[in-house]
């Protein structure tokens, strides 16, 4: 099993919300409005500074800061596992199902959020905007994953929240299970690209999938 972090396995939405608002006025956009902010939800730093016309030059100082502000405040502030979705991890683990996650975050808020979140323990392998490997919608963040996992993309699922992760699903060759509660993704947007199953959140995989013959 192969998840996305954020609005997946991390109900960050309020976070991520308030920290855009907060990176669009500073970046000069003094009218922003939660909704706009709102329009940034899924995309790496990398992608939110290219969209508000930052140079290439800048992106390393901005994300620096992106990152340390996450940390020390959005997260501790907003942040929490979404219920149930740690005992889900825990049964797969005890199924003997490796656990992996592909994320548009970065290095240090994937690693930061997984301990944060008491999650850290329970993942195998783990790829994020690096700046090594293409961001979703590209599928080569699960591809790189499911290399880690030494599993073959025809016993893998993905779990996502959004539209970028349907893209980087079928682009991978996996089925991807879309959560629709608590996640970022624009419903309509998401079944237009007909996901292979639709799930409350991604806890509910322990409900979905029969494990026992495997425990």
Same mark, same amino acid.
């Given at each position: *099993?192969?998840?996305?972090?954020?609005?997946?396995?991390?109900?960050?939405? =309020?976070?991520?919300?308030?920290?855009? @608002?907060?990176? %669009?006025?500073?970046?000069?956009?003094?009218?922003?409005?939660?909704?706009?902010?709102?329009?940034? @939800?899924? *995309?790496?730093?990398?992608?939110?500074?290219?969209?508000?016309?930052? /140079?290439?030059?800048?992106?390393?100082?901005? $994300?620096?800061?992106? !990152?340390? /502000?996450?940390?020390?405040?959005?997260?501790?502030?907003?942040?929490?596992?979404?219920?149930? #979705?740690?005992?889900?991890? =825990?049964?797969?683990?005890?199924?003997?199902?490796?656990?992996?996650?592909?994320?548009?975050?970065?290095?240090? &808020?994937? =690693?930061?959020?997984?301990?944060?979140?008491? *999650?850290? /323990?329970?993942?195998?392998?783990?790829?994020?905007?690096?700046?090594? $490997?293409?961001?979703?919608?590209?599928? !080569?963040? $699960? #591809? =790189?994953?499911?290399?880690?996992?030494?599993?073959?993309?025809?016993?893998? +699922?993905?779990?996502?929240?959004?539209?970028?992760?349907?893209?980087?699903?079928?682009?991978?060759? +996996?089925?991807?299970?879309?959560?629709? /509660?608590?996640? &970022?993704?624009?419903? !309509?947007? $998401?079944?237009?690209?007909?996901? !292979?199953? %639709?799930?409350?959140?991604?806890?509910?995989?322990?409900?979905?999938?029969?494990?026992?013959?495997?425990?």
């Amino acid at each position: *099993m192969v998840f996305d972090l954020d609005g997946t396995l991390l109900d960050s939405r =309020e976070a991520f919300i308030h920290q855009n @608002l907060d990176i %669009l006025k500073e970046l000069g956009h003094l009218e922003a409005t939660l909704n706009d902010a709102v329009e940034l @939800l899924g *995309m790496s730093p990398t992608q939110i500074l290219s969209k508000m016309g930052v /140079s290439e030059s800048q992106h390393k100082r901005y $994300i620096a800061k992106i !990152d340390a /502000s996450y940390i020390d405040h959005y997260m501790k502030k907003y942040t929490k596992p979404f219920p149930g #979705i740690i005992q889900c991890l =825990e049964r797969l683990r005890k199924a003997g199902i490796a656990i992996g996650v592909a994320t548009n975050t970065t290095r240090e &808020i994937l =690693e930061q959020s997984l301990r944060w979140s008491g *999650m850290d /323990s329970l993942v195998d392998a783990t790829v994020c905007a690096d700046g090594t $490997i293409k961001e979703k919608p590209e599928p !080569d963040m $699960i #591809i =790189e994953v499911l290399k880690k996992l030494d599993v073959s993309a025809e016993n893998a +699922i993905y779990v996502g929240d959004t539209e970028l992760d349907v893209v980087a699903a079928k682009n991978a060759g +996996i089925p991807s299970f879309i959560t629709v /509660s608590g996640g &970022i993704g624009k419903l !309509d947007v $998401i079944m237009a690209l007909k996901p !292979d199953a %639709l799930l409350p959140t991604a806890a509910w995989l322990c409900r979905t999938v029969n494990f026992a013959h495997l425990i």
